[in-house]
């Protein structure tokens, strides 16, 4: 018997613990894992020579933005970058334009990504005024809505109970998440408005638009609501420990709730604001130092579930802004939060075992994507080869995506993805893309 591909001398992260082996794979999938001798002919071979085999990393909190926001990036360059960065699999975030909150925005979408996609996309919907739509737009291939709280994205009326309360009872009948952007949007637009009338635009004033109040009423709100439904409400990017406290309450007495948390709110606080300048500037802010402690305190006890990056790349110029009310919020994370968590690995503050829980295993359970996540006989061959050793300086001047800036820039990096799989296919290797747009699918 001859397979597609037969990777030899790894050590394998399995659901048992780190096994050395090899790996064969057929059509996609992971057909055996075993030594080099019990591993069947190949038509495609490589040594690993040692190095640490994860399952691909999925990130659940993407914008590969694209159409009218194609200058900031595009699927190509998105998906590119995701696969520099180890990722497999990215859920693309809906604040689009035009907005993806239907079936004809979702499709269009859908439709122009196939043939671009380096990696495996999965898409969320933004709400559609009408909630009887959410099962056709689940129909249609959406694995989860994203909610934004502080701005309306989509059809929803976000200041109406009764309206977000229909809305997620219909997404409670499809089964897929609802992701949430918590900032109350009362106050960070009253605060707004407030500072720039105190003509005030530094960066003290653009943290208290932004208060981890608004954060925590946005949270207050949508557990109480959640608690109604039964719907399951997942919390991206949260920045704030009164947050993760309500959160922790919420889980205790069995919310269906998980949430998320960004590299840049683990590792940045807001005195590194005035250091990165624009380039920190993101939605939510990075905080204080009790709350990146608070995080990482939570990331350990497992009440953190995934690790997202927030990848939200900008254009140069609408970073460049002089005025902070005017500058594009957003990180490009996609090819800085590997190496930045295996950093950290390296520095004993995280284990192998915890970061392909945030960064695979999790976002796969939460998000139902089926036969990812784990490395085991049978599932889909989405793999990262990981150097643990291998050290370098972040340099965004070379980075697959169009965003060429980041806050992490000159930070020192310890360990680093240096092949990603993909439906069984090789797309990078030592930080080159070596497939084709379109190796990757859609997923739904
Ligand atoms: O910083 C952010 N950027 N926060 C968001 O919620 C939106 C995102 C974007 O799309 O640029
Ligand atoms: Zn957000
Ligand atoms: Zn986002």
Redesign the pocket.
């Known amino acids: 018997m001859q397979v597609d591909c037969v990777l030899t001398n790894g050590r394998i992260h399995t659901p048992r613990g780190i096994v050395e082996a090899g790996i064969a794979i057929e059509e996609g999938r992971i057909l055996k894992i075993a030594k080099k001798t019990n591993l069947p002919k190949a038509s495609f071979k490589m040594d690993l020579n040692g190095l640490l085999v994860l399952p691909g990393l999925i990130d659940s909190h993407v914008?590969l933005?694209d159409q009218g926001y194609a200058y900031?990036e595009d699927f190509v360059t998105g998906t590119a970058a995701a696969a520099a960065g180890g990722f497999s699999l990215v859920v693309d975030?809906p604040?689009n334009k035009p907005v993806t909150m239907d079936v004809q925005s979702l499709r269009e979408r859908m439709k122009l990504a196939q043939n671009k996609l380096l990696v495996n996309a999965a898409f969320c919907s933004a709400f559609p005024e009408n909630t009887k739509e959410i099962r056709s737009i689940v129909g249609e291939g959406a694995i989860a809505f994203k909610l934004?709280l502080?701005e309306k994205i989509g059809g929803l009326n976000i200041d109406d109970d009764t309206e977000v309360l229909q809305a997620l009872d219909e997404v409670k009948m499809t089964n897929v998440q609802v992701a949430v952007?918590a900032?109350d949007k009362g106050i960070t637009e009253n605060e707004t408005k407030r500072k720039q009338e105190e003509n005030r635009s530094d960066i003290n004033a653009y943290l208290e638009a932004h208060s981890s109040d608004s954060e925590v009423k946005a949270i207050e709100r949508i557990i109480g609501l959640a608690e109604r439904t039964e719907a399951h409400v997942h919390f991206?990017?949260i920045s704030s420990a009164k947050s993760l406290e309500l959160i922790k309450k919420a889980k205790g007495v069995g919310v269906s709730v998980t949430c998320e948390a960004t590299p840049h709110h683990l590792l940045l606080t807001s005195r590194d604001m005035k250091r990165y300048k624009n380039w920190a500037?993101?939605?939510?802010p990075v905080r204080t130092r009790k709350d990146t402690e608070a995080l990482w305190k939570a990331l350990k006890q497992g009440l953190i579930d995934t690790i997202g990056s927030?990848h939200?790349?900008?254009a140069i110029k609408e970073k460049n802004q002089k005025s902070l009310w005017k500058v594009?919020?957003?990180?490009a994370g996609l090819e800085t939060t590997l190496p930045l968590m295996l950093t950290q690995v390296n520095k004993g503050r995280l284990t192998i075992k915890e970061l392909v829980e945030l960064t695979a295993k999790n976002p796969a359970e939460i998000f139902h994507l089926r036969d990812r996540g784990t490395i085991l006989k049978g599932r889909l061959a989405d793999l990262v080869v990981i150097d643990l050793k291998q050290e370098h300086k972040i340099d965004s001047s070379k980075f697959h995506s169009k965003a060429k800036f980041s806050p992490f820039d000159g930070w020192k990096t310890k360990g680093t993805p240096v092949k990603t799989f993909v439906n069984g296919c090789l797309v990078m290797e030592e930080g080159e893309i070596v497939a084709k747009p379109g190796t990757g699918e859609i997923i739904r």
């Open positions: 914008h933005r900031k975030m604040n934004y502080s952007h900032e991206c990017h500037v993101t939605l939510p927030d939200a790349p900008h594009k919020p957003g990180i």
